[in-house]
T-cell receptor, first 112, second 113 residues
Framework: GQQVMQIPQYQHVQEGEDFTTYCNSS?????IQWYKQRPGGHPVFLIQ?????EVKKQKRLTFQFGEAKKNSSLHITATQTTDVGTYFC????????????FGTGTRLKVLA | EAQVTQNPRYLITVTGKKLTVTCSQN?????MSWYRQDPGLGLRQIYY???????DKGDVPEGYKVSRKEKRNFPLILESPSPNQTSLYFC????????????FGPGTRLTVT
């Protein structure tokens, strides 16, 4: 079945350093979404990417969707303590349904 | 306020005792879904619904039932809960169409002993 691998599993950075998490799907995706979950909270939608090679920016966050629509990345520039949490990607099936496979998440810890 | 609500937020029950976790959204969303979250496994989709009376299996549907009789509600039913269904459950909703973003409820922590 379809799998979405996400790396790294954990990342500790000093405040001000950059951070990147990667998602790789075993199959082509129709779209990919990124979510952030704070400790004890629920996932919160960040962005969706639909087009091959798409790049979107939200302030210090940059999201990319691969040309083959099988991989994606989230890059945070100059991390802040407010960036702490777990970041998940969610890949949408190309079958026309709303079946989603989530990556296992990257837990980010920012040291002040 | 636009939101997804779940009840109960916490539940401890025993093996085999039927239970229902309710989910309601006030955003007139077409799409609703249930996920379970387990350490190291991320979020796994249980069931989803594209509209009233339309439901489909996600990745881990065994042991669960759902129904979508009204647009705003999407209850999750465990007919005979087992300890391996101990987990954190999230309901989510979305507008559907080309808008794929999902809005999650606060979660229900279920323990089955």
């Amino acid at each position: 079945g379809q799998q979405v691998m996400q790396i790294p599993q954990y990342q500790h950075v000093q405040e001000g350093e950059d951070f990147t998490t990667y998602c790789n799907s075993s199959t082509t995706l129709s779209n990919i979404q990124w979510y952030k979950q704070r400790p004890g909270g629920h996932p919160v939608f960040l962005i969706q990417l639909v087009k091959s090679g798409e790049v979107k920016k939200q302030k210090r966050l940059t999201f990319q969707f691969g040309e083959a629509k099988k991989n994606s990345s989230l890059h945070i520039t100059a991390t802040q303590t407010t960036d702490v949490g777990t970041y998940f990607c969610a890949g949408g099936s190309t079958s026309g349904t709303y079946k989603y496979i989530f990556g296992t998440g990257t837990r980010l810890k920012v040291l002040a | 306020e636009a939101q997804v609500t779940q009840n109960p937020r916490y539940l401890i029950t025993v093996t085999g005792k039927k239970l229902t976790v309710t989910c309601s959204q006030n955003m007139n969303h077409e799409y609703m879904s249930w996920y379970r979250q387990d350490p190291g496994l991320g979020l796994r989709q249980i069931y989803y619904s594209m509209n009233v009376e339309v439901t489909d299996k996600g990745d881990v549907p065994e042991g669960y039932k759902v129904s979508r009789k009204e647009k705003r509600n999407f209850p999750l039913i465990l007919e005979s809960p087992s300890p391996n269904q101990t987990s954190l459950y999230f309901c989510a909703s979305g507008a559907g169409g080309s808008r794929y973003e999902q809005y999650f409820g606060p979660g229900t922590r279920l323990t089955v002993t």
